[in-house]
């Protein structure tokens, strides 16, 4: 991809250091520093030595007139200077890789590597089944999932660290982010087996505000949407019990947590068996939509744009 190390020149001589200097290599090593925190591991992973690597870093900050790295017990830690440095070099790191992907052609002999976003419930409600089928179809393709929350993935598909995300609504694509809906979903209000006598009558929301209740925590799409929702019918209601993720929310409310919202698909096999009950309102919950969300202005590896189209050809079935 870039010059070799054991091509690296030192070409800062005193008094003539500048950016322009600066031999791309240099980057490359010092991405390899940064991502694994330690001069030893990266100089493995670049097939290179420690005092070389060393080297290159010392020049590296020479070149740009600031302190990249600090040296502690267990290996370094990026300055401030370098953190804002890695954050532009990860992404043309990632970028040159799928660059070299895509003019290689690698889709054609059922090959590559896609980095896919995706949120618990899009990922059990559409994503696993599809992916399923595809890897069928092409099994030599690499698949990296990033589970995050929507915020967090739409960040993530903005700088180029995602090929493509499937998420959750609610959300805003915005500038170049593309928003295709995959499929819709509906959710209900469970709560565990001792709430049987609750799923005989329809409920007003503010005669269950003294419940306790398990919900998903601050930062998170759904937390936006239920708060917004609560305010709308006019009721207070935090959680009790706060969940990062959307898996979390099932297991305790079959704990006896309380109760909360979870998509209908996934709490059924609860409901069956009497784990679960449904406590019905009065009142209609949001419509929830899962969508394929992907940058229409950055170039796509054969792979990525291969996995966009499969998505989007098994949601009209």
């Known amino acids: 991809m870039l010059r070799s190390m ?33 001069i030893t591991r990266a100089a493995a992973a670049l097939g290179s030595n420690q005092p ?10 020479e070149g740009l007139h600031c302190k990249l790295l600090v040296r502690e017990a267990r290996g370094v830690m990026l300055t ?62 690499r698949i990296k999932i990033h589970n995050h929350t929507t915020p967090e993935i739409l960040r993530s598909l903005a700088y180029g660290k995602l090929d493509l995300a499937v998420i959750t609504t609610p959300f805003e694509a915005s500038g170049q982010l593309v928003n295709k809906r995959l499929t819709g979903f509906r959710e209900i209000l469970v709560g565990g087996g001792q709430y049987e006598k609750a799923g005989s009558v329809p409920w007003d929301l503010q005669d269950l505000t003294e419940y306790p209740w398990v919900g998903i925590g601050a930062g998170t799409a759904t937390c936006e949407l239920y708060r917004e929702y609560f305010f709308r019918q006019n009721v207070n209601i935090e959680p009790d019990t706060e969940v990062a993720t959307s898996d979390l929310l099932i297991p305790l409310i079959r704990a006896g947590m309380g109760i909360g919202f979870v998509p209908e698909r996934m709490a059924q096999p ?35 744009e291969g996995l966009r189209k499969y998505l989007l050809d098994q949601s009209e079935k």
């Open 6 to 38: 054991g091509n690296v020149k030192q070409s800062f001589q005193n008094g003539t250091k500048s950016i322009m200097d600066i031999n791309f290599e240099y980057y490359k090593i010092f991405y390899y520093v940064a991502k694994y925190k330690n």
């Open 80 to 141: 401030e200077e370098g953190e804002k440095l890695y954050a532009h070099v990860e992404i043309a790191f990632h970028q040159l890789l799928k660059a070299q992907e895509e003019i290689g052609f690698q889709m054609l002999d059922g090959t590559g590597t896609v980095e896919i976003g995706a949120t618990e419930t899009a990922l059990h409600l559409f994503l696993l089944d599809v992916l399923r089928t595809f890897k069928e179809a092409y099994p030599k393709v």
């Open 270 to 304: 609860y409901l069956e068996e009497g784990e679960l009950v449904q406590i019905p309102l009065t009142c209609e919950l949001p419509k929830r939509e899962i969508g394929l969300v992907y940058d229409s202005g950055r170039g796509k590896s054969a792979a990525a």
């Open 52 to 61: 070389n690597v060393t080297r290159v870093m010392k020049l590296l900050e």
